[in-house]
Each structure stands twice: as C-alpha cells, then as structure tokens.
C-alpha cells in the first residue's frame, strides 16, 4: 500500500500545480508602431466601401467615428474599466501554511510539523460594495467615452459647414477682389498718362489690396481646417476630400430646443458619467465603512509534535479595531462624496444656462434672419444697360463689387446660423438617445 501510496501522492500534486499553471496568464509583447499610419485615399479609410464622394456630413461623421485615432484610444479605457469589474467579482483567496520541524534532540521519534487552511471574511463583507463600485465606474467610462465622441462629432459637423460655406463665400471674395484689381490696374495706366487724380484711384488701390488680403486670409483658414477634418478621420492633409454641397437650413424648432434643456441630464453623456461617478463614490462609502468593522479570519489547524501526538481543530484570527477604525477611510469617502454631488449640481446648472443663453441668442438672430438668397435682377439690368451705353464700366464693377459682397455677407448669415445650431446640439446633446442604453442607466 505505501509503494502505491507514494506514487499517487504525487501524482495528485503535480496534477493540482499543472492545473494552477494552466490557469495562470501568458505575457505577449505589443509592439508600438514606428511611424503614423494615415490613409492617402478615402477608400483607404474603414467604412469608406459604402461612402459615396462628394462626402455629405453624416458620411463625414461616419467615418469620423470608425477611424479617430483618438477616439480608439480612448476607447482602451472601456477596457480597463471591465478588467476593474473582473478583478472585483474574484472571490479572495484562502492562505494555506505549513511548517516541518526536523528532530535534532530529545526524546522524540520524529519530525514535527504543523499545517493550517484560513478564508479570510474581510473581503466577503466587501464585496457588494466593491462589485457596485467598480459596476458603476464602467458605466462613468462608457458614459464618458460617448460624450468623447459627441464633442468630436460635433467638431466635425462645425468643420464640414465652415469648409463648404466658407469656399462658397471665398468664390464671392474671389469675384469681387478679381474685379477691383482689375479696375486698379486701368487705373494705373491711366494714371501713367496723367488723366486721373491720384488721389481719387487710392480708394480702388485700397480696395483691390483688402480683397486680395481677405482672399488669402481666407485660402488659409479653409486649408487649415481641411487639415484638422482630415486628421479627425485619419486621413493623410494632402488627400482629396470632396464635400458635397450643404442642404436648406430647416426651420428652427424653438419647442424641440426646450425640451433639449430640460432633459439634458439625459442627453449629455458627460452628466451621466457624474452620475455615475457619484454612485461608484457612494459604494466606495459603503465598502469604507464595512471596513471599520474588524477583519476576521476563520480555517482548520493541525498539527503533529515529535512524540506523534496529533491535533487538528478550528482558528481563527481577529485583529482588534484599537487605533485604526477605517475612520480616516471614512472621512475621505464622505468628502469626495460631498464633492462630487456638488460637482454635479454646478455642471448641470451652469450647462442650463450656458444652453438658456444660446437658445435665446439663436431665437434673436433666427427672426432677423434674411433670405440667403441674393437678388441679382439689379445687376442682370445694369449688365443690359451698359451694353446700351446707358452706364459706364465703372458703376458696372461696383455693383458687381456690391452684389459679390451681399452674397458673401449672406453665406456668413448663413454660416453662422449653422454654427450656433451646432453649438446647441453640442451643449445639449440633442440629437443623441432619449436615455441612455440600459446598461449605462445609472
């Protein structure tokens, strides 16, 4: 029998350290990338196999979403916050001791030894309050990674309307600075013969060289902002990036911006995250005070001395709450908690009357808002009378000059009405979920 017992027993060991390793987790390297990774086309882009080019803004927005670099990086948070949640649903471990006296002296026969199996209950009392915790921080994650996602989508949309309105304006810019430099260089000539005043042609030399300027000013603003649209997908700045033309600015819907505000504690995402926050403070509370209570460990012993005489019984251990009761723990619980529930009330009425204010500077330039479209009739008449003789060609190109410059001033009415509500949607966020999926209800 103890042939066969010798090698069962440790037959039975090495099973139980064979399945320990197996359980255990293996290291792989990651790499980090040495250069950029930008996509040169659009087609390069992920989802661009059902985009069509010109891009209209959900297109933008979609590809935005799939390729942001910043975004997928945030996007690993969601990932350490499930790590927290398996780490806080493992059960804590049992400790296991042993000790082996071999006999040097005495009147024993044989070695001593002493064994003990002990579960401590500190981390059972715990661990609702921990599993709520960390429950809660997940959902603050999500919550925060979609208001990520907001801020940049709505960036974006701000980026597509300022690109195609500002290059429709530009083409204005450009018609009207064309004609003024124009009219400055017969002016030159006709300085050079000495048939005009100087100071009379000074205004049109003025004229010509601010509407160059403004021209330049604005050729650099819109590459500037084709660049950040660009890098907002991944996209290399110099690849193409056609842009389908706006459609009709809709009504305003004074009531849907209303009821916008007053349900904004569930359409921003950051606010749920407070939310979420605060609840993950109230279990951290919780779990603090469970804690005060004094940590207990309970198991078997046994034990064997060198006379052969054996014992085995129950233990257990107590530390006594003498001097550390968890009450500084406590303290700093109850104050976070303190000062995440004013956090919130502040965030959420200064949102409300950031979004009050708005809504009502939108309400004021909505009603003085003139039809974008310019009358061209006067200047249509002014081309058939100059043909006649009627006019001159110098009252022609300053009613071109003016025509240009109404519809210019047209597209910024246009253009800025668009971004305010941008703006709204953003401070607000309408236009996402009514409520937020159930997992992320707090």
């Keep these: 029998m103890h042939a066969f017992a010798k090698p069962a027993c440790g037959c039975v060991l090495a099973f139980i350290l064979l399945a320990g390793l197996g359980g255990c987790a293996t290291y792989h390297p990651l790499p980090l990338a040495a250069h950029a990774n930008l996509a040169h086309r659009i087609d390069d882009l992920q989802g661009a196999a059902d985009i069509r080019t010109p891009l209209d803004e959900a297109a933008v927005l979609r590809l ?65 309050a921990r599993r709520e915790e960390v429950h809660a921080s997940a959902s603050a994650t999500d919550a925060q990674l979609l208001w990520e996602s907001w801020v940049t989508l709505s960036r974006a949309r701000q980026l597509v309307v300022d690109i195609v309105d500002g290059e429709r304006r530009l083409a204005f810019q450009e018609s009207a600075a064309s004609v003024l430099e124009a009219r400055a260089s017969s002016l030159r000539v006709v300085l050079a013969r000495g048939d005009e005043d100087v100071g009379a042609a000074s205004t049109v030399f003025v004229a010509a060289s601010d ?48 009821s916008a505000i007053t349900s904004m504690g569930e359409h921003r995402p950051d606010l749920a995250a407070l939310r979420f926050g605060y609840a993950a403070q109230e279990a951290r509370l919780r779990g603090a005070i469970l804690g005060q209570f004094a940590p207990l460990s309970i198991g078997v012993d046994a034990s064997r001395d060198s006379s052969k005489v054996l ?132």
């Design 64 to 128: 935005v979403l799939l390729n942001n670099p910043a975004l997928a990086a945030s996007r690993a948070q969601r990932g350490v916050a499930q790590a927290a949640v398996l780490d806080a649903s493992v059960l804590p471990n049992p400790s296991v001791q042993a000790n082996l006296g071999f006999l040097v002296s005495g009147a024993g026969d044989v070695p001593a030894w002493s064994a003990g199996f002990a579960q401590s209950l500190q981390g059972l009392v715990t661990r609702g």
């Design 211 to 258: 509407a160059r300027s403004a021209c330049d000013d604005a050729r650099h603003t819109l590459h500037g902002q084709r660049a950040e649209l660009a890098a907002l997908m991944r996209l290399d700045t110099d690849a193409p990036l056609p842009l389908a033309p706006l459609p009709a600015l809709p009504a305003f819907d004074v009531l849907r911006a209303q």
């Design 311 to 442: 014992n085995i019984g129950p233990s257990a251990s107590l530390e006594l709450p003498v001097f550390d009761r968890q009450q500084g723990k406590i303290a700093i619980a109850d104050a976070t908690r303190q000062q995440l529930h004013d956090e919130y009330t502040a965030r959420i009425d200064a949102a409300t009357a950031d979004a009050q204010a708005l809504l009502s500077t939108i309400i004021a330039n909505e009603r003085e808002a003139s039809d974008s479209v310019v009358d061209t009739a006067p200047l249509d008449a002014a081309s058939r009378a100059l043909a006649r003789g009627d006019i001159d060609a110098t009252v022609y190109s300053d009613l071109g000059v003016a025509t240009s410059g109404q519809a210019a001033n047209a597209i910024t009415r246009d253009l800025y009405r668009r971004e305010q509500r941008i703006a709204f949607d953003a401070l607000t966020g309408a236009g996402l979920p009514d409520s937020l999926p159930p997992r992320m209800n707090p």
